[in-house]
């Protein structure tokens, strides 16, 4: 072991009280932050999970159009001045086309049409209002993971059986209806079709499992009184979700229908997230930076204590340079067991949380062990403690001996 | 053989007020001699010690030591210098309290680095055996009493086998019996091993047992 080391070992040694004051400061800052960062992404991870639950990574659909004059009139007035929606039918020109030509795109994984409808759940007397959509059970169940939601009866019943439902749990218990029931629905074009229960799903999420159910897309274009090449919405998934805004104008171009990422169809949610972050960074940034200014502290007082024993150091022929070495070496040794005890803190907390359940579509606590803010944690760390270090030392290197030994 | 040469050497303080401390300084010291240093306190002999010690670099004038010029030379080369070919006593004895007596003596060798760690610890037991403290060694230098810290303090000034042996005075806080103990020590060297020493002192009994005496007042040589 070289000399400077040394040095630093006995003074990290001898001065155990400071040592564990300065480590303990490190473990803190470290696995607040981390702990802080991992819960975030933990959040992020789990909010939008129960997002795609309901929603695909980019949703195709013709949007309303504002009426235009049909002569273009360039630099000249415009003969409308009321422009209004024009009410013409939502769907979309040769789906199947459409699709396939969506298929080809890179990274695409899933694409499927739906058709949505407003319909009453109609038994007995009871009537309950809600949201008909119809898929294609197989390629539906690849995007939102159906068949795990469902508690009786399955998905598969669906296949191929143009009068099979399945609803949601709250509509079942408010109906009293179970799996091979019948329930008659009335569509908002005044059509009557009895749909027998072939499932009962169940996602957690109160507002969906007492409106929405699935029927298979052709019956729901009946429900709508449309052929079988009425869709109103493309549903795709694509590789990466965070792709999905890039894609979808890609998407919007070689196609010509309005293609919306998931963000921005859940532009509230977003913004929540968004300032979740900024809060959450900004607190945990402190708590480091708090770390940090304590341990420059520490390491500031060890230095003014041992400004004799640099002083003596330097009289016996030590360099400005091995002076800065003996007091990085101890801030850094001090930094590395923080970072140590941090990284175990921060483990240990995240093993707690994640034993704590919180119910709702959540149920554990959302957080993950999260390898990128692990190494963060450890190079914000390390570069707090050298500096801590490092500028008092640097300070104490350039002082003559001379000076000390006259105060 | 000259060993260290003062040439025209001036020191201004100019905190608070600007005092020339000291006054165009010239004299040679010769190797082997055992010189001291005297004069009234503020006579600037302590401050004349820290110039030829080189851990003073703000004076005017040339000093050589060993033919080197250390005007020139930058704040590490004469670390570099201080640790290879002068050792240094304190009036208080300065050691390093984490350190035991062993370490404490081996550090400016470790410094250096000539010798592997097994040789610079035997030449540390050695003059710790020679100053009459190889018992001590292992102890935390701080649990040791004045005189044996002075001692240890002269073992480590010892221990690179240095030009020049620099004391300020190194019994400045020692009761007479440890005074005694420490003049003869520095006799030794002189007389013995033909070690050069320059010692501040203003203990006028010291001083003339020793083979030279220069005597400043107000920052001026008026005997050398």
Same mark, same amino acid.
């Given at each position: 072991m070289?000399i400077?080391?040394q040095i630093?070992k006995t003074y990290?040694v001898t001065n155990k009280?400071?040592?564990?004051?300065?480590?303990?400061?490190?473990?803190?800052?470290?696995?607040?932050?981390?702990?802080?960062?991992?819960?975030?992404?933990?959040?992020?991870?789990?909010?939008?999970?129960?997002?795609?639950?309901?929603?695909?990574?980019?949703?195709?659909?013709?949007?309303?159009?504002?009426?235009?004059?049909?002569?273009?009139?360039?630099?000249?007035?415009?003969?409308?001045?009321?422009?209004?929606?024009?009410?013409?039918?939502?769907?979309?020109?040769?789906?199947? $086309?459409?699709?396939?030509?969506?298929?080809?795109?890179?990274?695409?994984?899933?694409?499927?049409?739906?058709?949505?409808?407003?319909?009453?759940?109609?038994?007995?007397?009871?009537?309950?209002?809600?949201?008909?959509?119809?898929?294609?059970?197989?390629?539906?169940?690849?995007?939102?993971?159906?068949?795990?939601?469902?508690?009786?009866?399955?998905?598969?019943?669906?296949?191929?059986?143009?009068?099979?439902?399945?609803?949601?749990?709250?509509?079942?218990?408010?109906?009293?209806?179970?799996?091979?029931?019948?329930?008659?629905?009335?569509?908002?074009?005044?059509?009557?079709?009895?749909?027998?229960?072939?499932?009962?799903?169940?996602?957690?999420?109160?507002?969906?499992?007492?409106?929405?159910?699935?029927?298979?897309? $052709?019956?729901?274009?009946?429900?709508?009184?449309?052929?079988?090449?009425?869709?109103?919405?493309?549903?795709?998934?694509?590789?990466?979700?965070?792709?999905?805004?890039?894609?979808?104008?890609?998407?919007?171009?070689?196609?010509?229908?309005?293609?919306?990422?998931?963000?921005?169809?859940?532009?509230?949610?977003?913004?929540?997230?968004?300032?979740?972050?900024?809060?959450?960074?900004?607190?945990?940034?402190?708590?480091? $930076?708090?770390?940090?200014?304590?341990?420059?502290?520490?390491?500031?007082?060890?230095?003014?204590?041992k400004?004799n024993d640099?002083?003596i150091l330097?009289a016996m022929g030590f360099?400005?340079?091995?002076?800065?070495?003996?007091?990085?070496?101890?801030?850094?040794?001090?930094?590395?067991?923080?970072?140590?005890?941090?990284?175990?803190?921060?483990?240990?907390?995240?093993?707690? $949380?994640?034993?704590?359940?919180?119910?709702?579509?959540?149920?554990?606590?959302?957080?993950?062990?999260?390898?990128?803010?692990?190494?963060?944690?450890?190079?914000?760390?390390?570069?707090?403690?050298?500096?801590?270090?490092?500028?008092?030392?640097?300070?104490?290197?350039?002082?003559?001996?001379?000076?000390?030994?006259?105060? | 053989?000259?060993?260290?040469?003062?040439?025209?050497?001036?020191?201004?303080?100019?905190?608070?007020?600007?005092?020339?401390?000291?006054?165009?300084?010239?004299?040679?010291?010769?190797?082997?001699?055992?010189?001291?240093?005297?004069?009234?306190?503020?006579?600037?002999?302590?401050?004349?010690?820290?110039?030829?010690?080189?851990?003073?670099?703000?004076?005017?004038?040339?000093?050589?030591?060993?033919?080197?010029?250390?005007?020139?030379?930058?704040?590490?080369?004469?670390?570099?210098?201080?640790n290879?070919?002068?050792g240094f006593v304190f009036q208080f004895h300065y050691l390093l309290s984490d350190f035991t007596c062993l370490q404490n003596v081996m550090l400016p060798a470790l410094k250096l680095g000539k010798l592997s760690n097994k040789e610079i610890e035997e030449r540390a037991y050695q003059k710790l055996a020679m100053l009459g403290l190889s018992d001590q060694a292992l102890k935390l230098s701080s649990k040791l009493s004045g005189g044996q810290q002075q001692r240890v303090a002269i073992a480590r000034a010892l221990i690179n086998d240095p030009?020049?042996i620099m004391g300020d005075e190194p019994t400045g806080n020692l009761d007479s019996n440890n005074t005694r103990i420490v003049f003869d020590i520095f006799q030794e060297l002189s007389k013995n091993y033909g070690q050069?020493i320059?010692a501040?002192?203003?203990?006028?009994?010291f001083?003339?047992?020793?083979?030279?005496?220069?005597?400043?007042?107000?920052?001026?040589?008026?005997?050398?």
């Amino acid at each position: 072991m070289n000399i400077n080391a040394q040095i630093a070992k006995t003074y990290i040694v001898t001065n155990k009280k400071l040592t564990g004051v300065a480590v303990a400061g490190v473990v803190l800052g470290m696995s607040i932050y981390i702990f802080m960062n991992s819960m975030l992404l933990g959040f992020d991870k789990a909010s939008s999970k129960s997002i795609f639950k309901t929603t695909p990574h980019i949703r195709v659909y013709k949007d309303d159009e504002i009426s235009r004059p049909l002569v273009s009139s360039n630099g000249k007035k415009m003969l409308l001045i009321n422009p209004k929606i024009v009410p013409a039918k939502n769907t979309i020109i040769n789906p199947g $086309l459409v699709i396939s030509s969506i298929q080809k795109m890179k990274d695409v994984e899933i694409v499927t049409s739906q058709v949505n409808a407003n319909i009453f759940y109609n038994s007995g007397k009871s009537q309950i209002t809600g949201l008909c959509s119809g898929i294609n059970p197989e390629e539906a169940d690849r995007m939102y993971a159906i068949s795990s939601t469902i508690v009786e009866g399955s998905l598969g019943a669906l296949k191929g059986n143009p009068n099979g439902i399945l609803i949601g749990s709250g509509v079942s218990d408010k109906m009293s209806l179970r799996v091979n029931d019948y329930v008659n629905i009335t569509s908002s074009k005044g059509l009557n079709k009895a749909f027998k229960i072939v499932g009962i799903f169940k996602t957690n999420n109160s507002v969906i499992d007492k409106t929405k159910s699935y029927v298979n897309v $052709l019956s729901a274009q009946q429900l709508l009184k449309e052929g079988n090449v009425y869709v109103t919405d493309i549903n795709v998934n694509i590789k990466n979700p965070d792709d999905a805004e890039k894609i979808a104008i890609q998407i919007s171009a070689s196609t010509g229908y309005k293609a919306e990422g998931w963000r921005q169809a859940n532009e509230t949610l977003m913004a929540a997230q968004r300032m979740r972050k900024i809060i959450i960074t900004f607190v945990s940034t402190t708590i480091l $930076l708090v770390a940090g200014f304590g341990i420059y502290n520490i390491l500031n007082m060890t230095i003014t204590q041992k400004i004799n024993d640099i002083a003596i150091l330097k009289a016996m022929g030590f360099k400005g340079n091995d002076v800065i070495r003996i007091f990085v070496t101890q801030a850094v040794s001090v930094g590395i067991m923080g970072v140590i005890g941090g990284m175990m803190m921060a483990t240990l907390i995240i093993t707690l $949380l994640q034993h704590i359940y919180v119910g709702g579509d959540i149920g554990y606590f959302p957080i993950t062990y999260e390898v990128t803010k692990y190494i963060q944690g450890i190079v914000v760390g390390m570069v707090i403690t050298f500096f801590a270090g490092y500028i008092p030392a640097k300070k104490a290197a350039n002082i003559d001996p001379v000076e000390i030994f006259r105060r | 053989m000259k060993i260290l040469e003062s040439k025209s050497i001036s020191k201004y303080f100019t905190d608070p007020v600007e005092f020339q401390v000291l006054k165009d300084i010239s004299f040679d010291i010769e190797k082997g001699e055992f010189t001291t240093l005297v004069g009234k306190s503020g006579s600037g002999k302590s401050t004349l010690l820290y110039v030829l010690s080189t851990m003073d670099t703000d004076y005017t004038g040339k000093l050589v030591i060993d033919g080197q010029e250390t005007g020139n030379m930058t704040k590490d080369e004469l670390a570099g210098l201080r640790n290879e070919k002068i050792g240094f006593v304190f009036q208080f004895h300065y050691l390093l309290s984490d350190f035991t007596c062993l370490q404490n003596v081996m550090l400016p060798a470790l410094k250096l680095g000539k010798l592997s760690n097994k040789e610079i610890e035997e030449r540390a037991y050695q003059k710790l055996a020679m100053l009459g403290l190889s018992d001590q060694a292992l102890k935390l230098s701080s649990k040791l009493s004045g005189g044996q810290q002075q001692r240890v303090a002269i073992a480590r000034a010892l221990i690179n086998d240095p030009l020049i042996i620099m004391g300020d005075e190194p019994t400045g806080n020692l009761d007479s019996n440890n005074t005694r103990i420490v003049f003869d020590i520095f006799q030794e060297l002189s007389k013995n091993y033909g070690q050069t020493i320059i010692a501040v002192t203003h203990d006028d009994d010291f001083a003339s047992k020793s083979d030279r005496i220069i005597e400043l007042k107000d920052g001026e040589v008026i005997r050398s």
